[in-house]
């Protein structure tokens, strides 16, 4: 779940710290989903907030993607060398700690298969499905924008993948086919939001402009949403944007990006939260009954929660800390090898 956006402070964009902002919003979203299907028999609820928050961080990698694209451009070592850093060395990690201990029932087999995330069946770990999806969505944006053609060609290819995987992923994907499907558009609009911003300065020369077209957007998307929502719809995806859009221009409207949105910091916890979620909550499920103990199980798994991001955020630190000696080193012994 990597975003990566330039700071922006026009009134248009999608800045980084809101981008961080809503990856908090997502991931608690997320987290709900799960402690609701544990906890009590309520599916619609639990997929409107899960596939809802899914699709959210789809949408701002998508985002953030073009953002990158357009400020710095798209070279092989660059892109994956921050994809592989930043995103799948702690996937891997966390996976192979937990397949090779807690399931290591599965088999060798199984377990290279999720850290090369093409386990489409997701027997360790059924919420990482979103880490195939995101694999085979860089890996599409890469090839496309990697070539010179028209911005509207590669926007118009992704749409063209998204509806492959809206329309045939049941052929293909197992157990992440549903999800496949369901979040089929979510990475595509993420793009095609970052394009469109581009246009700002033409359809939005004055400051009434701008209040007006978010007041309009966010009446209209929560309008939508709640009817939706009223009609028991499936379309969590859909739904999931729609209230992407409808949070972030209330916010706009009611906030302007003033500086309370800094202090929101569980955005940046997101990713190894959504690493450790659902792994907690299924050791924890076997100790804990979540229907019979829900109000216990939801402390417990805060807590244990609350020990892995700080074990996380302190192994973090240790790792940063020795490849900076090791680059020194290196250096120094580039530099020796000179003399």
């Not at 007006?212 to 929560?222: H, K, L, M």
């Not at 009223?230 to 949070?247: C, D």
């Amino acid at each position: 779940m990597e975003i990566q956006i330039e700071s922006n402070q026009e009134d248009i964009h999608l800045s980084s710290q809101m981008a961080v902002f809503f990856k908090g919003v997502a991931i608690i979203m997320v987290i709900i989903s799960h402690i609701i299907s544990k906890c009590y028999d309520a599916s619609y609820i639990a997929n409107l907030f899960g596939t809802g928050g899914t699709s959210i961080f789809l949408l701002l990698s998508g985002y953030g993607l073009y953002s990158s694209y357009k400020n710095k451009g798209i070279e092989i070592k660059s892109f994956w060398e921050s994809k592989i850093n930043k995103i799948f060395i702690p996937y891997i990690l966390i996976t192979a700690i937990y397949g090779g201990g807690v399931k290591q029932e599965l088999g060798l087999n199984v377990l290279i298969r999720n850290i090369f995330c093409i386990d489409y069946a997701r027997n360790i770990d059924g919420t990482m499905w979103y880490m195939s999806f995101l694999l085979l969505w860089y890996i599409a944006f890469f090839l496309i924008f990697y070539f010179n053609f028209p911005i509207i060609l590669k926007i118009m290819g992704l749409i063209t993948l998204g509806y492959c995987f809206r329309e045939y992923s049941n052929n293909i994907f197992e157990a992440c086919a549903w999800q496949f499907s369901i979040n089929a558009f979510a990475f595509p609009i993420g793009v095609t939001l970052g394009y469109c911003h581009e246009l700002r300065d033409v359809f939005f020369s004055t400051k009434r402009i701008k209040i007006g077209y978010r007041v309009g957007i966010a009446i209209t998307c929560s309008v939508i949403y709640i009817y939706i929502c009223a009609l028991q719809s499936n379309r969590f995806g859909l739904l999931g944007i729609i209230l992407f859009f409808s949070l972030y221009n209330f916010i706009k409207i009611i906030c302007h990006g003033k500086m309370w949105l800094y202090g929101l910091f569980i955005g940046g916890f997101s990713y190894p939260m959504y690493l450790s979620e659902a792994k907690i909550m299924d050791m924890l499920s076997k100790y804990v009954n979540p229907k019979e103990e829900n109000i216990l199980f939801c402390v417990v798994f805060l807590i244990f929660l609350v020990i892995f991001l700080i074990s996380y955020n302190f192994s973090g630190k240790v790792y940063g800390k020795y490849m900076e000696w090791y680059s020194a080193k290196q250096d120094h012994i580039k530099k020796a090898g000179k003399e």
